[in-house]
């Protein structure tokens, strides 16, 4: 039966043409390399050299073999070379979907560094809602999902990633712009500008609101927080979004006050259960939950 050290010296031997420095590329002994050749001569019943005064000389079946034995090395070469890349993850690709809250400022802040330690990975990313993400996640249409989500679904796995603070959104020069905080209280019958009911940041405003018995009709309903800004902008009203999306386009038509008692809009990494994970999407992970935690101690400042 052969084994890969006697292949080996067989191999030192045809390139180098002597015994001496066959062992000495291969670090070992003389002895040891004439032992495995004759092991190896004896398990193929075949004679691979003959002795002369100018030193080993490769028989015809020598030859042949080693023509093989070549082929089986470059084949060995690749694949090292393939385990390699999947160790450093080069040339991997990790589609990603996150909610626009996350993609203006955060996202491209997370990725510059990531890819500064894996810089031959390769990352598409898309915009879309969370109840989008979530659906291109049980689609496997992606790889993570980076989103609000309320859904218990058990084929679902959701990684907290960060805790995004709810800020209230003015126009300059509003009567609320003189306040340190805004309150439930001060929203009471104010133009107000509100997401989609169905937002985790709406219903936790919604939930308070009705504990403070003050009813909550926007006047104007929008499905992004950057539209809630860019309304405000205009004078149309205030508006309850994400510190992120406040602090994406700082405006000076626009005041930004924090929330109390605060609410948080909760964000999770979402991913399949029982699909297997890449070691770059599990290094992705770590890192983003690093960067998540320092978005949010920097907002909190």
Known sequence: MLNLRQIEAFKAIMECGSITRAAELLHVSQPAVTKSLQ???????????SRSPKGLIPTYEARAFYTEV????????SLARFAQDLRTMRHERLVVSVIPALSLRWLPDAVSSFLSTYPDTSLTFQAASSSHTAQLVGQRHIDLGIAQSRLEDPSMERIPLMNLPLVCVMPAGH????????????????KFIGLSPQDVAMVQLQQRMNAAGIELIPQIEVALALSVFELVSRGLGVGIIDA?????????????????????????????REEPTSMLAEKFIEHICGSGMQLVAGLHE
Do not use: W, Y
């Open 70 to 77: 070549e082929r089986s090395f470059s084949g060995l070469s």
């Open 175 to 190: 009567d609320l712009a003189k306040n340190a905080f805004i309150t439930a209280e001060d929203l009471r019958g104010q």
């Open 39 to 49: 092991l190896l001569e004896h398990n193929m019943g075949l004679r691979l050299f």
């Open 244 to 272: 992120e999306s406040a602090g994406c386009r700082p405006s000076p038509t626009v005041i930004v006050r924090p929330f109390q008692p605060a609410l948080s809009m909760p964000v999770f990494i979402l991913r399949l």
